[in-house]
């Protein structure tokens, strides 16, 4: 195995040794022929993977693969920043990788461009129904072709202080949005010796308001997610109208950590480990956070999130999708499946829940995996609650969104306050006509779809 880290530069600087090498003239060396001949003994496969995180794992594995199978060569390379233009300028040049990592924002695109060869000629039937539950069109599946499979997921999960909500008086987390008001107003009160307050979040990155609000409208509801309505194929950003108005009264309440509207992740993270922060929300990538980025002696737990009503009417919103996938060039596809195939087995994804790398979404690695030794990490496991919602036109949409788009507009009423039922009304009107937009430029095909029903999704990510 070689193992290499690459980034856009290098590999610029691999095309243009490439092309040199072809139109050079002058005197020609001959090839090693020893060399050569034992090089022609193993099928070299090449693997790109933008993840630095688990290199050290992969890598490991990589190795193992080889033992295993001594006539295969496996060249791994760790790119660095510009990955997806990386990927593109290697196809360009006929220099694409057999296996490479995918995102989920690239598949259906990449699928267009002719990168990507489907899994359907080579997953087993046993696989395909290990797999079933998590197979999303335009996740991983184009055209109801499969072109990557899923591995991990982020979890969501409302983050509290125990002492704080004990030393206000509170027996747990709240499971309802008017309970979380209320609790953080008490957290705040009895706080105030120490400078804590109830709630806090991230809201200087656009996707603030949406770790709060998908979490807990996914789990109340069950008409979509991410403000989309299956059941209509429209956009309906109303289903946030309550948890924008508890936020708002929240802020007004003096409940929130002051500055919130221009906190960041790592800074609240930081606040929360020093005592200063009673709940917020966040998925699970938290339990590693405090082991290594924010070691903490406080003592935090985990809920659910809580809901509209306090019933579960839908499911907790998991974001999972792509991860390896094959290119539809490579000369050696019956090899590179077999690796793929590996990779994606239980043994390894057992391994690699086991070892902290991430939460599988794979039922049967869920039912297998123990919990890694990561305080805190129990409570991120997948429950018969949470499930994977099919993937919605929202990436599609929002850069055809003329106006103020929905993240300034939330944000604007939680911290200033305005007209709420005026302002989601222009909201959807100015969504769906950039939907519209997005469908007529074949961005998209999501439609309408009356018999979705979130509760559906109970269960589908634990083995019954």
């Known amino acids: 195995m070689k193992f290499n880290k690459w980034g856009l530069a290098g ?238 009264q929240i802020r007004a309440d003096g409940s929130m950590l002051p500055g919130s509207e221009s906190l960041d992740i790592d800074p609240l993270r930081a606040q929360f480990a020093q005592g200063k922060i009673g709940m917020y929300f966040n998925h699970s990538v938290e339990p590693s956070v405090y082991k290594t980025q924010f070691p903490t002696d406080i003592n935090w737990a985990v809920a659910m999130p809580p809901t509209i009503d306090g019933k579960q009417n839908g499911a907790d919103q998991v974001i999972a999708g792509s991860y390896l996938a094959m290119s539809k060039n490579s000369e050696h596809k019956e090899e590179a499946w077999k690796f793929i195939e590996w990779m994606y087995s239980d043994d390894v994804q057992v391994a690699y829940q086991e070892g902290g790398y991430g939460v599988s979404v794979i039922p049967s690695v869920a039912a297998k995996a123990k919990a890694p030794d990561i305080a805190g990490i129990e409570n991120f496991l997948p429950t018969a609650m949470d499930g994977i919602y099919p993937a919605t036109p929202l990436v599609a949409t929002e850069g055809r969104v003329e106006g103020t788009k929905k993240v300034d507009v939330f944000n604007k009423f939680i911290f200033d306050g305005q007209d709420l039922d005026k302002v989601l009304s222009d909201l959807n009107a100015r969504y769906n006509a950039a939907l519209e937009k997005a469908k007529a430029a074949g961005d998209t095909t999501i439609g309408a779809d009356p018999s979705f029903n979130a509760a559906n999704l109970q269960g589908s990510l634990v083995e019954k």
């Open 11 to 248: 590999l610029a600087l691999l095309l243009a040794g490439s092309l040199a090498a072809c139109s050079s003239g002058g005197d020609k060396t001959e090839p090693d022929t020893a060399a050569a001949g034992a090089e022609g003994s193993k099928t070299k496969l090449t693997y790109w993977t933008i993840d630095r995180h688990d290199s050290d794992f992969i890598e490991q594995k990589v190795k193992e693969y080889e033992e295993k199978n001594p006539n295969i060569d496996i060249e791994m390379k760790v790119m660095a920043d510009n990955y997806a233009q990386s990927v593109e300028i290697a196809f360009a040049s006929n220099q694409a990788p057999d296996i490479f990592r995918v995102d989920t924002g690239n598949v259906p695109t990449w699928v267009k461009r002719g990168y990507l060869e489907p899994f359907d000629d080579y997953i087993s039937p046993e696989m395909k129904e290990n797999f079933k539950n998590v197979l999303i069109e335009e996740k991983n599946r184009v055209g109801g072709k499969i072109y990557t499979l899923p591995n991990i997921g982020q979890f969501w999960r409302l983050i509290y202080n125990v002492d704080l909500f004990e030393k206000a008086g509170i027996d747990g987390p709240p499971t309802t949005i008017a309970e979380m008001v209320e609790d953080a107003k008490k957290i705040t009160a009895a706080g105030k010796d120490s400078g804590a307050y109830g709630f806090a979040g991230n809201f200087k990155s656009a996707s603030g308001f949406e770790r709060i609000a998908y979490p807990i409208v996914s789990l109340s509801t069950n008409t979509g997610n991410e403000g989309f309505n299956f059941q209509t194929g429209q956009f309906d950003f109303t289903v946030y109208k309550e948890v924008l108005q508890a936020l708002h």
